[in-house]
C-alpha cells in the first residue's frame, strides 16, 4: 500500500480521539536544536489550564531563534506572574529545558482563517514586534 505524507502530524489519545496536531515539519533552531513548534504546543496543551497554544519562533542575539508561546487559558483559569513560569517548568519537563519558551503571552484568541487555521505569521508579527500585514482573511 503507498501512503502519500502531507506534513501534518496526528495523535490517538487514551480515549482513542484523535488529535490533529498541525505541520510537522515547522520547526525552530535554538542553540542548534531542531525544536518541533508542534511539540512545544502540545507540551503546553497537555498542562490542564491551557485550553489551545500556537508556538512561533523570534529572532534571538544569543540562541539564534527563541520560543514565543501564545495560550488560551480554559475557563475559570486566570493569568498571573504565576502562570507563564509554571507553563515553561511544564514545557521543560515534558520535552527539556532547551524547549522552554522565552516569552508566554496569554491572549483571548489566536488569529485564525474562516477555515480554523491557525495564522502564524501574525503570531511570529506579534512576536518580532512587526507590522503583520493584511488580516482580512481572518475569520473575526
Known sequence: MDVDFAGDG????????????GRVDDVMNVSGHRISTTEVESALVSNHIVAEAAVVGANDDTTG?????????????HDGPEVAKMLRDHVAK????IAKPRQIL???????????????????????GQDPGDLSTLAD
Open 10 to 21: 496526528a495523535k490517538w489519545d487514551e480515549d482513542g480521539a484523535i488529535w490533529l496536531l
Open 65 to 77: 531563534q527563541a520560543i514565543v508561546a501564545f495560550v488560551i487559558l480554559r475557563a475559570h483559569e
Open 94 to 97: 515534558e520535552i527539556g529545558a
Open 106 to 128: 496569554v491572549v483571548s484568541e489566536l488569529p485564525k482563517t474562516r477555515s480554523g487555521k491557525i495564522v502564524r505569521r501574525a503570531l511570529k508579527a506579534k512576536a518580532l
